[in-house]
């Protein structure tokens, strides 16, 4: 079985340090007139970070839901990588553009499968 957790926690650190390379060494490369590339850096950082969060907790509590940790963790590289290679230089990637909605498909579809099949592996306790 792939290790999704490895894999959650090692996607959470480099969103961390991506994210600061977009805060503080490509902010510096970059014109006034980039703030989208920017944006979209950041943004590409962000998903990553919720999505290796995400990651973890269905490692933990659907741990044979494969199809939803699969998918978390296809859509992590297709849509984040796609989009911090386009923001980096978008003509030199250009053909990573249709790549970034079949990542965008591929977190939606972990939702999805997480919501199908999730099962906890731990019943919740009944609040009364």
């Known amino acids: 079985m792939p290790p999704f957790w490895t894999i959650g926690t090692l996607a959470g650190a480099s969103s961390i340090m991506l994210g600061a390379f977009g805060a503080h060494g490509l902010r510096a490369r970059l014109s006034g007139s980039d703030t989208t590339r920017l944006a979209n850096w950041n943004m ?13 907790f269905t490692a933990v ?3 044979r ?3 939803a940790m699969g998918l978390f963790t296809g859509g992590m590289g297709l849509f984040c990588g796609s989009i911090y ?15 970034t909605p079949v990542g ?16 906890p592996v731990f019943k919740f306790a009944k609040m009364r």
């Open 61 to 63: 509590v659907a741990p």
């Open 104 to 119: 965008g498909l591929c977190l939606i579809g972990g939702w999805v499968a997480l919501a199908a099949r999730g099962r």
């Open 65 to 67: 839901n494969r199809l």
């Open 44 to 56: 590409a950082a962000q998903y990553q970070l919720v999505h290796s969060a995400v990651l973890m």
């Open 85 to 99: 290679l386009l923001a980096l230089d978008a003509q030199r990637f250009k053909v990573l553009g249709p790549v």
